[in-house]
């Protein structure tokens, strides 16, 4: 398995991807990569990216973001939609990747937290995003976890020790 990054986390919006990513880090003492976080210190926020240059753009910046964060070793955490691209879904195939996941009951209040461009029409917008990126997310995923469930605290030292007891820290 390649070592570069140590874990790519994956999943839809207001999974928790970020959140559990950056404690896996820590547990691991590794740095951690968020590639939504770069885009936005580059190009400034994901909804004004959206509104003046398109999703198309958006999603080549991510593309190149990703690519970068992927020779890095590191815990990385991917947007939600980074998954869509066939390079991507490529890169990811030969790697450990976490997918979390989150039942619409539990993301909904995250979801009113911040505005997100592909989900102007809250819950029913991300039932809809989720039921079409699932197969996706599914085929890449090396292990899952439902943030709905598991504390973050919880899920980070579990997916922590998985990655200690594989012995590729």
């Keep these: 398995m390649n070592e570069t990054p140590i874990l790519v986390v994956i999943g839809p919006p207001g999974a928790g991807k970020?959140?559990?990513?950056?404690?896996?880090?820590?547990?691991?003492?590794?740095?951690f990569v968020d590639t939504d976080r770069r885009i936005v210190a580059k190009h400034g926020p994901i909804v004004q990216i959206f509104s003046e240059h398109g999703e198309a753009w958006f999603r080549a910046v991510e593309r190149i973001e990703v690519a970068r964060a992927l020779t890095e070793?590191?815990?990385?955490a991917l947007g939600g939609g980074a998954v869509l691209n066939p390079e991507t879904q490529e890169d990811l195939a030969n790697r450990r990747v976490l997918l979390v996941t989150v039942t619409p009951q539990a993301v909904e209040g995250r979801l009113a937290s911040s505005p997100r461009p592909l989900l102007k029409e809250g819950l029913q917008s991300w039932i809809?995003?989720?039921?079409?990126?699932?197969?996706?997310?599914?085929?890449?995923?090396?292990?899952?976890i439902d943030s709905s469930?598991?504390?973050?605290?919880?899920?980070?030292?579990?997916?922590a020790q998985w990655i200690r007891e594989e012995g590729q820290t």
């Design 18 to 31: 970020s959140v559990i990513g950056r404690r896996i880090a820590r547990e691991l003492r590794v740095p």
């Design 73 to 76: 070793p590191s815990v990385v």
């Design 128 to 144: 809809k995003l989720v039921e079409e990126r699932s197969a996706i997310y599914k085929s890449l995923a090396t292990r899952t």
């Design 149 to 159: 469930v598991e504390s973050a605290a919880v899920s980070a030292r579990q997916i």
